[in-house]
């Protein structure tokens, strides 16, 4: 679906009437207040009549705060109802798009959609409502001070004008907003972030000490930029304290020559000195726009992610099959680039095959063809004879495992990271005892249940979890470059553990090892996105090019 | 919370707050001339008397005036209030960080000590100005008809008062609200940075599972705090709308007892202009600001390690290291990494630590350096546990380089003479000599040169880490695969540089040539050990045997020197 800011308004469609007529009321209040006020007054000095003035300011106010608090409620629910649906949304799109659906967006970009965008785009629908309402108080006081007599606004915008006049002197002042303090802190995060990489060398050699007095060189200069922020919002301060009282004095000066003369009476001025102070809302109407034009930024992020395609699945089963895998004219064209070019393969079930080539030959590419982690732009991959998109998610993704150079765990668990299904299955135990990864986690403080974040890892252990994760898959098991920061004793454990698998799985394993092609079965060696050859290592190995990819 | 608002108190103690108040009378006068002006004008319009009425309210910009230059002043002294205290926070972070290695105290000094900051600062001021207007409200109302006062303040504190209650009930929803957008944030970016994993593993329910509970605790806790906003919507009736009504009723009574028809003007003016808005903003930034504060500077605070506990001094001789029941687990509930291990290496020996990685390798060489404690068992350093030695004392007896070699912006020279800092050149220049790093420093523009250590290779810096060692006055050298990056050749003469230069070596072998260049071998398969040289082991340990055997002549990776 496309996300506008309509869509947003529709799904708290429930609540915005509500929202809108409170708020009407609410203005309502605000601008009738001032005039019942002002009448009470007079009842009140002409002795008669107060009972029923003071009646109605009651239950003027008493309006205003129940509606405040079906307000507080009602937008509440729409706003929090509304931020969880389209987060929920985000968070569906970004997920079922696939690798290749978010590529051009960062991480981090993607996160504060999600988190701060959000909030803003729920907003559409409450903010929208309330701009009418919003508008009626300060422009409701300005024709209410019309009505009580002309001159009371000509006073109005001749104060405004004496407003502008004072912010102009000012606004002459004031320097350009420093960015050296934002700069300052960012050069001492940078040394704060080198001295953690090192961290085990200085608390070895015991110099915290120094290293706290190297980072800390830079603080008196953050301290002195700091200052110059607060002198820069000591002239905003000041101004401010200026401007307040200036429309109203306009407008009490013009309407107490007005009472001299008896045009109006007592409580009528003090109305429009009310109005005059509503008057000045003007200029945070800007606010209301402000808020409207955020909501509209926010939904537009949103919509750029909800047009992120979800990948999709077929419904078929695989049939029974031993693995074998089949590339039939496969290319992946990105823009002008060719990164695979016309491949045909066809690879026989529960083979061992290595995949070698120099960097850039599109190995990587190959690999996440194999495990449908993107498409071929023409031309198919098949599994025992069925395209892969035509299969059936879960179906698909049982078959195939995939592990990689540097995984990235997701989970709040170790044990979740291996597998999301529960923690501690036999599943989860026999996999991470056939990558050696069991011995590392049952040494963690809290076993397989170590929450992630708490559980600093090597690439190497990484790497272990990652083919652990990828371990269960039944037919086909990735392995793209997913070895390579173990070490020796380690990466020998692992590839003895592949090579007598009794799985019978067919084995792609992205290299850049000989050993690890010598042992494979055959070699599938790319160059340029081209398949240069196909054949068992020791055929290969006779051609002095082949014997250059390892360099 | 009471030791945020304490510290907060604490940063208050000082001369620039005593400053800030005094600066703060200016602004009283235009908050407390208001109704005043407003009142006499009035009564001196109605009497007829326009230029006096003018006169009154040419007095109130007057003073508004004066109350600008106070509010100038104002703000500067709030900086010397405020920096100190970011001052103080980025310090406890930096100190903090340097002893416990967390990564996150990065993101704490961006972020949080900046919400700390401004929170800060938006507290004093808004506390300040509800200070102003409530004594110039109460000067203005006494100087008028202090009857007013006797109705309006009253209902006005309770409403206050009530409102400070109220915001214990906030503080705990609003922890909630700011934990699950946090946990929001820390989700959202493991399954976003993930995808590909997600996509995998078919793990996509999983994932928006994963995200879409901090999503919904998160909405929930919005809810929740609705309801704290609407009993302050009812504290603001008590406080902002009661003491409007009060007057109104009174009204005929105040009006029978002589007050002016501009008096109770004034009285309401004060009311709807002074009172009102200092309530609400009060409120507002206390429900908001004050726990955002209370919650942030919290967090920072917590995350201060514990000040280390005084170590009793003792005198060590030698730097021979003895192991005796060594059992070592990262938790109760962990399985040992070491179990049982005895070990002596005496002084000038030449020891290599062999094994699959994550056996505990890099534990046994925390704890040979005194960086970990042993759960049971006992380890000596010269004789003495290294937890009994002083910081320095430990320095100068052992050296630790870890896989990931330090280097900071600094000079070629700063950096490797980093262990001594009075070293000679003929010193530092035979040290890069002796572990090969002569062509990376003549590379690197000479000793004086700076470093920009995001340009230099993994090798390159372990390269300068080793020279630096190599320079230190230690005798023992614990070399934590602190070569893996660097090429078999590279490798091996920094290897025989150390064996050469007198003291012990131990060595964490990343690769097996290690081995074989080293005295002694100590392989650790799970938490068994065997020791030995490269002859007894051949024939004592099979995982040794396997170890090697693949990487016997003809293998592709690495040619023993052997």
């Given amino acids: 679906m496309t996300m506008t800011f309509g869509a947003v308004m529709r799904h708290g469609r429930g609540w915005l009437p509500l929202i809108g007529i409170t708020a009407l009321i609410q203005s309502g209040v605000t601008l009738a207040l001032p005039a019942v006020l002002g009448r009470s007054v007079d009842a009140i000095v002409a002795g008669s009549g107060y009972g029923r003035w003071l009646w109605i300011a009651c239950t003027l106010v008493a309006t205003g705060i129940v509606c405040s608090l079906v307000d507080v409620f009602a937008g509440t629910a729409c706003v929090a109802g509304t931020t969880a649906w389209l987060r929920h949304g985000l968070v569906r799109h970004v997920v079922r798009g696939g690798p290749e659906g978010t590529r051009n967006h960062e991480t981090g970009d993607l996160v504060s959609r999600v988190s701060g965008n959000a909030v803003d785009a729920a907003q559409a629908g409450p903010a929208a409502v309330t701009a009418l309402a919003a508008v009626v108080p300060p422009v409701g006081s300005l024709v209410l001070l019309a009505i009580i007599d002309p001159w009371l606004a000509a006073a109005f915008f001749g104060g405004v004008v004496l407003v502008i006049g004072v912010l102009w002197v000012f606004a002459r002042r004031t320097a350009e907003i420093s960015l050296a303090y934002q700069e300052t802190q960012g050069r001492i995060a940078s040394l704060l972030t080198e001295s953690l990489t090192g961290i085990r060398t200085i608390l070895a050699a015991g110099t915290s000490r120094r290293e706290e007095s190297r980072i800390l060189t830079l603080l008196p200069e953050l301290h002195k930029h700091g200052l110059l922020t607060w002198r820069i919002l000591a002239r905003s301060g000041a101004q401010a304290a200026i401007v307040g009282p200036l429309v109203l004095v306009a407008v009490l000066a013009v309407g107490g020559l007005q009472l001299?003369?008896?045009?109006?009476?007592?409580?009528?001025?003090?109305?429009?000195?009310?109005?005059?102070?509503?008057?000045?809302?003007?200029?945070?109407?800007?606010?209301?726009?402000?808020?409207?034009?955020?909501?509209?930024?926010?939904?537009?992020?949103?919509?750029?992610?909800?047009?992120?395609?979800?990948?999709?699945?077929?419904?078929?089963?695989?049939?029974?099959?031993?693995?074998?895998?089949?590339?039939?004219?496969?290319?992946?064209?990105?823009?002008?680039?060719?990164?695979?070019?016309?491949?045909?393969?066809?690879?026989?079930?529960?083979?061992?095959?290595?995949?070698?080539?120099?960097?850039?030959?599109?190995?990587?590419?190959?690999?996440?063809?194999?495990?449908?982690?993107?498409?071929?732009?023409?031309?198919?991959?098949?599994?025992?004879?069925?395209?892969?998109?035509?299969?059936?998610?879960?179906?698909?993704?049982?078959?195939?495992?995939?592990?990689?150079?540097?995984?990235?765990?997701?989970?709040?668990?170790?044990?979740?990271?291996?597998?999301?299904?529960?923690?501690?299955?036999?599943?989860?135990?026999?996999?991470?005892?056939?990558?050696?990864?069991?011995?590392?986690?049952?040494?963690?403080?809290?076993?397989?249940?170590?929450?992630?974040?708490?559980?600093?890892?090597?690439?190497?252990?990484r790497q272990r979890l990652g083919l652990a994760r990828a371990w269960p898959a039944n037919r086909l098991l990735v392995l793209d470059d997913a070895t390579s920061s173990l070490d020796t004793a380690t990466e020998m454990q692992i590839s003895k553990t592949l090579t007598e698998d009794r799985h019978h799985r067919t084995r792609l394993i992205v290299t850049h090892r000989p050993a690890t092609a010598a042992h494979a079965d055959l070699v599938i060696w790319l160059e340029h996105g081209r398949l240069r050859a196909f054949g068992p290592h020791d055929d290969l190995w006779q051609d002095p090019a082949y014997r250059e990819v390892f360099g | 919370?009471?030791?945020?608002?304490?510290?907060?108190?604490?940063?208050?103690?000082?001369?620039?707050?005593?400053?800030?108040?005094?600066?703060?009378?200016?602004?009283?006068?235009?908050?407390?001339?208001?109704?005043?002006?407003?009142?006499?004008?009035?009564?001196?319009?109605?009497?007829?008397?326009?230029?006096?009425?003018?006169?009154?309210?040419?007095?109130?910009?007057?003073?508004?005036?004066?109350?600008?230059?106070?509010?100038?002043?104002?703000?500067?002294?709030?900086?010397?209030?405020?920096?100190?205290?970011?001052?103080?926070?980025?310090?406890?972070?930096?100190?903090?960080?340097?002893?416990?290695?967390?990564?996150?105290?990065?993101?704490?000094?961006?972020?949080?000590?900046?919400?700390?900051?401004?929170?800060?600062?938006?507290?004093?001021?808004?506390?300040?100005?509800?200070?102003?207007?409530?004594?110039?409200?109460?000067?203005?109302?006494?100087?008028?008809?202090?009857?007013?006062?006797?109705?309006?303040?009253?209902?006005?504190?309770?409403?206050?008062?009530a409102s400070l209650a109220v915001l214990g009930l906030a503080a705990e929803r609003m922890r909630t609200s700011l934990q699950a957008d946090e946990e929001l944030a820390a989700t959202a970016g493991m399954a976003f940075g993930g995808v590909r994993d997600v996509t995998a593993m078919g793990a996509e329910e999983f994932a928006e599972r994963l995200v879409g509970r901090p999503i919904d605790n998160q909405a929930e806790a919005e809810r929740s705090l609705a309801k704290v906003a609407a009993l302050r919507t009812l504290c603001f009736a008590i406080g902002g709308w009661a003491p409007l009504l009060i007057l109104l009723a009174v009204g005929p009574w105040l009006v029978g007892r002589g007050v002016s028809t501009g008096t109770l003007l004034g009285g309401l003016t004060y009311v709807l202009i002074?009172?009102?808005?200092?309530?609400?903003?009060?409120?507002g930034a206390l429900g908001d600001s004050g726990l955002r504060y209370v919650v942030t500077l919290g967090r920072i605070l917590d995350a201060q390690p514990p000040t280390d506990p005084a170590r009793p001094v003792v005198e060590s001789r030698g730097h021979q290291v003895k192991l005796r029941g060594l059992t070592f687990a990262y938790g109760p509930a962990a399985e040992p990494v070491l179990a049982d291990l005895d070990l002596t290496v005496t002084e000038g020996d030449h020891l290599a630590v062999v094994g699959p990685s994550g056996i505990g390798k890099s534990t046994l060489a925390g704890l040979i350096c005194g960086m970990l404690a042993p759960t049971s068992g006992r380890l000596l350093l010269g004789g003495v546990p290294p937890s009994e030695l002083s910081t320095e004392r430990l320095a100068q007896t052992r050296v630790l380089i870890p896989q990931e070699a330090y280097v900071f912006s600094g000079t070629v020279r700063e950096n490797l003479s980093y262990l001594l800092p009075d070293a000679t050149s003929s010193e530092v220049a035979q040290a890069v000599e002796a572990v090969g790093a002569g062509r990376l420093v003549d590379r690197l523009g000479g000793l004086g040169a700076r470093v920009k250590p995001n340009e230099l290779s993994a090798g390159e810096r372990q390269l300068i880490a080793l020279a630096r060692a190599y320079l230190s006055p230690a005798p023992l050298v614990v070399l934590d695969e602190a070569t893996c990056f660097l090429d078999p050749e590279a490798e091996r003469r920094a290897e025989e540089a150390f064996a050469a230069r007198g003291g012990t070596l131990i060595v964490i072998a990343h690769r097996i040539s290690s081995a074989l260049r080293a005295r002694r071998i100590l392989v650790l398969d799970g938490n068994k050990a065997a020791i030995g040289n490269h002859t007894t082991l051949l024939r004592t340990s099979p995982l040794y045997r396997e170890l090697l055997g693949h990487w016997q002549p003809g293998s592709d990776r690495i040619q023993p020197a052997s």
């Fill in chain 2, 1 to 161: 919370m009471k030791r945020e608002l304490s510290y907060g108190a604490t940063a208050l103690k000082k001369r620039a707050a005593v400053r800030l108040a005094v600066w703060s009378v200016p602004e009283i006068l235009p908050t407390a001339l208001y109704g005043v002006a407003v009142a006499h004008a009035t009564d001196s319009f109605l009497a007829g008397q326009a230029w006096q009425g003018i006169a009154w309210l040419g007095g109130l910009v007057a003073t508004a005036f004066l109350g600008a230059a106070g509010s100038h002043q104002v703000y500067g002294r709030l900086g010397e209030l405020v920096e100190p205290l970011r001052d103080d926070l980025v310090r406890r972070v930096v100190r903090g960080a340097l002893r416990t290695g967390d990564d996150a105290a990065v993101a704490r000094l961006n972020r949080q000590v900046e919400i700390v900051r401004d929170t800060f600062a938006g507290l004093v001021l808004v506390i300040r100005n509800f200070a102003v207007t409530l004594i110039g409200v109460l000067t203005g109302l006494l100087s008028l008809a202090p009857v007013i006062a006797g109705f309006v303040i009253p209902p006005f504190l309770l409403g206050f008062a």
């Fill in chain 1, 260 to 461: 001299v003369d008896g045009r109006i009476t007592a409580g009528e001025l003090f109305a429009a000195s009310q109005y005059a102070v509503l008057g000045a809302g003007l200029g945070s109407l800007t606010g209301v726009i402000g808020e409207i034009a955020r909501a509209r930024a926010g939904v537009q992020r949103a919509a750029e992610v909800y047009s992120v395609e979800s990948i999709a699945h077929g419904t078929l089963p695989l049939p029974a099959g031993p693995g074998r895998l089949t590339f039939d004219e496969a290319t992946v064209v990105v823009g002008e680039t060719v990164l695979l070019d016309n491949l045909t393969l066809d690879i026989p079930g529960g083979a061992t095959v290595a995949v070698v080539g120099p960097s850039g030959a599109g190995k990587s590419v190959f690999a996440a063809l194999a495990a449908r982690l993107r498409d071929p732009t023409t031309g198919q991959v098949l599994l025992d004879g069925i395209p892969l998109p035509a299969v059936h998610r879960r179906a698909l993704r049982t078959a195939i495992g995939c592990a990689f150079e540097r995984p990235l765990l997701v989970g709040s668990t170790i044990g979740d990271a291996i597998s999301h299904h529960a923690v501690n299955t036999v599943r989860t135990l026999a996999a991470a005892r056939a990558t050696h990864a069991h011995d590392f986690i049952s040494r963690l403080p809290h076993g397989y249940r170590t929450p992630l974040p708490r559980a600093p890892m090597s690439g190497g252990e």
């Fill in chain 2, 274 to 283: 002074g009172l009102q808005p200092a309530l609400s903003t009060v409120m």
